[in-house]
Structures are given as C-alpha cells and as structure tokens.
C-alpha cells in the first residue's frame, strides 16, 4: 500500500526505533543482573526509543504537538496536529525476555486520530492504517477483523490491573461474565498488540479499563480500518480518555459490549 508522506516518516521511525530495541532486547536476555539492574537497563532502552522517535518525528514535522509515554506532552506550533507514541508498548514482556512488544505511534489531528503505526520488531510485523485507507501488516497483507459472530467462539484479549489496583474489582467482574460465554481470554501484556490482533482477526475482541492514550491511540485507527468497533467502556467518555476502551469485530459489538458494560448481553 503506497502511504502517505506522514505515514511514511512514521514507519521509518517506527522501524529505526525498533532495530535499537531489538540490539537492547538481547542484551536483556544476556544480562545476569539483578531485577533493578535489568529495570534500568529496559528504562534506558525504553528512553533512548522515545528519543529517536521525537527525533524523527518532530526532526520531520516540527510544528505538530507531542505527547510520549516517557516525556509526557508538550504543544506544538500548530494545535491541531499531535504524535501519540508508545515508545515500548510491553515493557514488562521485555523485561522478562519474552518477545512480544512493540513501538505504537499514532497522529491526531483535530481530536481525531487520522494514522496509526504499530511495529513489532522483534516479529517483524509492521501494522498500519491511514483513515479511509484501509488497515495493512508488512506493505501488502490488507487486515480484516474477525467474522465470527458466536461468543463461545470468541477469543478475546484484555489487560489487567498491575501497580495500583483501582480497576482490580471492576475488571475482576469483567472476567467471570465474560468467561464463561467465549472460546478463551489471553493477557499478553502488550496493549497495542492486542488491538494489531482484533484488526488482524487473530483476537476476536479486547477490552481494557484504565489504559493510557499512547498504549492505545494507534490501535484504534487499525481496528477502524479494519472494519472493527473501537468505543469507551463507559458511554460518552473520550476514547482517549484513559477510563477505558472496548474493541471487536462487527458481529460481536454488541454481545461483547453488553458483557463488559454489564448489561445483561
Ligand atoms: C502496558 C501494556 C499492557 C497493559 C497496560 C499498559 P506499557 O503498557 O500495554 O498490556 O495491560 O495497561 O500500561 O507500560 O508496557 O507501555
């Protein structure tokens, strides 16, 4: 798929911070250190990703606003326009040596996320859309969402709380109504990806409470151009809005939405 000039830098970037991940991720799986010593080596590598990502980002387009898991936000000349980076999406995956994370970009212009980019270098599985472009993974492979329209066979993705437990007993209820009426649910630690697997049809649906916006602003449009449904848990709340976000294929928006909503699906 022949991309834009935005998405075009967005790759590039996408994939230059990727190889520098990949060189520090086998040095992980070398490292002999303590859990502190290898968490401020991946909090390093996870830093100098971001840093190459501003630097290509902004080095490209200068007067777009920012707002990066690692730097936080910071306007540009031009408020309309912004990158949403997810310099590691699965930091905990990468610390641990398991290889399933990767780096999320998406641009916004006025509140509408209009690209997205989701890399995972360590599969070397670039997945990307542009609005009313349709969602693609590697140039030529075009991504449709699941069809499966039965809940029981419906494989779904979520995350669940770590560090602060604020979500712990909402997302506790969420599984024992979700559970018994689907095929499985998987936590693999790597929002972004999730959402790249609802657009690929490899996941079926993923819901999420308390996600931060550069976990997820990518996956949205991805799932979008994929013909899938991307809306908050709680109606009215902006989807970016950190609170929480629910994604499936078309057949299962409701039954799905209504389990996670509590609504007697
Ligand atoms: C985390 C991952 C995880 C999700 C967490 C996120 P990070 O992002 O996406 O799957 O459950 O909510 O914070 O911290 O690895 O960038």
Redesign the pocket.
Known sequence: MQGSANLNIMMKAARKAGRSLVKDFREVENLQVTMKGAGDFVSKADIASEAILREELTGARPTYGWLG?ESGAAPGEDPTRRWIV?P??????FLHGLPH?AVSIALEHKGEIVAGVIFDAAKDEMFFAEKGQGAWMNQSQRLRVSGRSRMIEGLFAT??P?GTMQDLPESLKDLARLMPQCAGVR??????L?LAYVAAGRFDGYW?R???P??VAAGIIIVREAGGFVKPIADGDPLLSGAGLIASNSHLAEPFGKTIRDLQA
């Open positions: 898991e997810d590691l999406d699965g930091t905990t995956n994370w995350g669940v770590f936590r693999w630690g790597a929002a972004a999730d999420e308390g996600i931060k550069w976990d």
